[in-house]
């Protein structure tokens, strides 16, 4: 197969200082990994009649801010403690959004990029730190010595040293990834590989490549066989066509005339797999959430975890953000397809995920044991606010209003 292949699955259906994690916090991450399912360090009581009460507000929250349709799930000690639908798929048909209803992830995707990658290392197909040039041996930059030396790790941490979001807008105006990735030798670099982070989704998606020349076959069919049907993520899928054949699925939704109004899903991102192409529904990412917090080591050992939430490099502009973000991170890391925060002195696994009609986001507090999944079919901002809302409440934080709408600008 040529360099920069579709990712087509063979199965039906500022500056940031890199941070390699020392040896020493690696086993303190394997301890704490390894040691989830043992105990909850919280004294409290289970979460459960706290995740009734977020219900009631998602719920409220839906049918206030005029919200098509969402679905969240709550996990915590290994067990999904809320798992709820709301709304609706598509605002014309009025079909309810059920705990089983597909929706777009985005971003989420890269964690299941990482982890892949992750499974791969352990099993000696693939290197962290090994040049990809080795698989790849047509890949190259405007700087080939800079290309030579871009690994797996780089990339899954978006330390390749290109601009954010090198080639994102030509992916939007549907130029197809081959060429995408082969344009990448034309960008101009802003740093070495490894000394700096931006964001990608063009570089990222390399990922695939790698994964095809070490294994000989399709990213998204090994991520079927080694981590959705073993995880019982039996709706999860990759594509377009696969989302539309859901039994039910999430339709986007875009602001129209002052409303919400519902669209094809665009093709642009299912274009490249490992940074966007994931469908899966809230009960199937509450399974995802579980194995990643420690509960199926059989599936994903203690000691993948660990390298896969392991800080890389720092990410500063994350505590500048508004809203949570900007008053509750202390610190903001990414990992390999996931981003690490220091959330008010607890450490904080998250990613969000952004397309067309679409927005996700996922998040555990290792610590204490539970996570969050919240998918919905539109562009509103307002849901983002149930992650910190229910962390707050698991880690006995003052209680805010992170669902409030953000202020109108004032014109000057």
Not at 52 to 65: K, N, P, S, T
Not at 144 to 173: C, K, M, P, W
């Given at each position: 197969?040529?360099?920069?292949?579709?990712?087509?699955?063979?199965?039906?259906?500022?500056?940031?200082?890199?941070?390699?994690?020392?040896?020493?916090?690696?086993?303190?991450?394997?301890?704490a990994?390894?040691?989830?399912?043992a105990?909850?360090?919280?004294?409290?009581?289970?979460?459960?009649?706290?995740?009734?009460?977020?219900?009631?507000?998602?719920e409220?929250?839906?049918?206030?801010?005029?919200?098509?349709?969402?679905?969240?799930?709550?996990v915590?000690?290994?067990?999904?403690?809320?798992?709820?639908?709301?709304?609706?798929?598509?605002?014309?048909l009025?079909?309810p959004?059920?705990?089983?209803?597909?929706?777009?992830?985005?971003?989420?995707?890269?964690?299941?990029?990482g982890?892949?990658?992750a499974?791969?290392?352990r099993?000696?197909?693939?290197?962290?730190?090994?040049?990809i040039?080795?698989?790849?041996?047509?890949?190259?930059?405007?700087?080939g010595?800079?290309?030579?030396?871009?690994?797996?790790?780089?990339?899954?941490?978006?330390?390749v040293?290109?601009?954010?979001?090198?080639?994102d807008?030509?992916?939007?105006?549907d130029?197809?990834?081959?060429?995408?990735?082969?344009?990448?030798?034309?960008?101009?670099?802003?740093?070495?590989p490894?000394?700096?982070y931006?964001?990608?989704?063009?570089a990222?998606?390399?990922?695939?490549?790698?994964?095809?020349a070490?294994t000989?076959?399709?990213?998204?069919?090994?991520?079927?066989?080694?981590?959705?049907?073993?995880?019982?993520?039996?709706?999860?899928?990759?594509g377009?066509?696969e989302?539309?054949?859901s039994?039910?699925?999430?339709?986007?939704?875009?602001?129209?005339?002052?409303?919400?109004?519902?669209?094809?899903?665009?093709?642009?991102y299912?274009?490249?797999?490992?940074?966007?192409?994931?469908?899966?529904?809230?009960?199937?990412?509450?399974?995802?959430?579980?194995?990643?917090?420690?509960?199926?080591?059989?599936v994903?050992?203690?000691?993948?975890?660990?390298?896969?939430q392991?800080?890389?490099?720092?990410?500063?502009?994350e505590?500048?953000g508004?809203?949570?973000?900007g008053e509750?991170?202390?610190?903001?890391?990414?990992?390999?397809?996931?981003?690490?925060?220091?959330?008010?002195?607890?450490?904080?696994?998250?990613?969000?995920?952004?397309?067309?009609g679409?927005?996700?986001?996922a998040?555990?507090?290792?610590?204490r044991?539970?996570?969050?999944?919240?998918?919905?079919n539109?562009?509103?901002?307002?849901?983002w606010?149930?992650?910190?809302?229910?962390?707050?409440?698991?880690?006995g934080?003052?209680?805010?209003?992170?669902?409030?709408?953000?202020?109108?600008?004032?014109?000057?």
């Amino acid at each position: 197969m040529a360099l920069f292949a579709k990712h087509t699955s063979a199965m039906p259906r500022k500056k940031a200082k890199p941070t390699r994690l020392p040896a020493r916090l690696v086993a303190v991450s394997l301890l704490a990994v390894a040691g989830l399912a043992a105990a909850n360090p919280d004294p409290r009581k289970d979460f459960s009649q706290e995740a009734l009460e977020i219900e009631r507000i998602a719920e409220q929250m839906v049918a206030r801010a005029r919200i098509p349709g969402l679905a969240m799930a709550i996990v915590e000690d290994g067990k999904v403690i809320s798992l709820r639908g709301y709304g609706v798929v598509d605002s014309k048909l009025l079909e309810p959004v059920t705990p089983d209803t597909a929706f777009r992830v985005a971003s989420l995707s890269k964690a299941f990029a990482g982890t892949l990658s992750a499974m791969l290392v352990r099993e000696g197909a693939m290197d962290w730190d090994a040049p990809i040039v080795n698989q790849l041996p047509t890949f190259t930059l405007r700087d080939g010595q800079a290309a030579s030396r871009i690994s797996v790790r780089q990339i899954l941490s978006h330390q390749v040293g290109l601009a954010y979001n090198t080639f994102d807008r030509d992916l939007e105006a549907d130029q197809p990834y081959p060429l995408l990735a082969g344009k990448l030798a034309e960008a101009p670099l802003t740093c070495s590989p490894g000394e700096c982070y931006a964001y990608q989704n063009i570089a990222f998606s390399l990922v695939g490549d790698v994964v095809f020349a070490s294994t000989g076959d399709f990213y998204a069919a090994q991520v079927e066989k080694r981590i959705f049907h073993p995880l019982g993520m039996y709706g999860a899928t990759f594509g377009r066509g696969e989302l539309e054949s859901s039994p039910s699925w999430a339709r986007p939704h875009v602001r129209s005339g002052g409303t919400w109004v519902p669209v094809r899903p665009k093709e642009n991102y299912y274009r490249v797999p490992p940074a966007a192409g994931v469908n899966a529904s809230a009960r199937d990412m509450a399974q995802w959430l579980i194995a990643q917090m420690g509960h199926r080591p059989e599936v994903l050992p203690p000691e993948l975890l660990a390298e896969v939430q392991a800080p890389q490099v720092e990410t500063p502009g994350e505590i500048r953000g508004s809203g949570w973000r900007g008053e509750r991170l202390r610190a903001a890391h990414y990992g390999l397809g996931w981003r690490i925060y220091d959330y008010d002195g607890h450490t904080l696994v998250f990613h969000g995920g952004a397309v067309q009609g679409y927005r996700a986001l996922a998040g555990f507090l290792p610590e204490r044991d539970l996570g969050i999944v919240v998918l919905w079919n539109s562009e509103s901002t307002v849901p983002w606010g149930l992650m910190p809302v229910t962390l707050d409440r698991a880690l006995g934080l003052p209680r805010k209003d992170w669902l409030a709408p953000p202020a109108p600008r004032r014109r000057r």
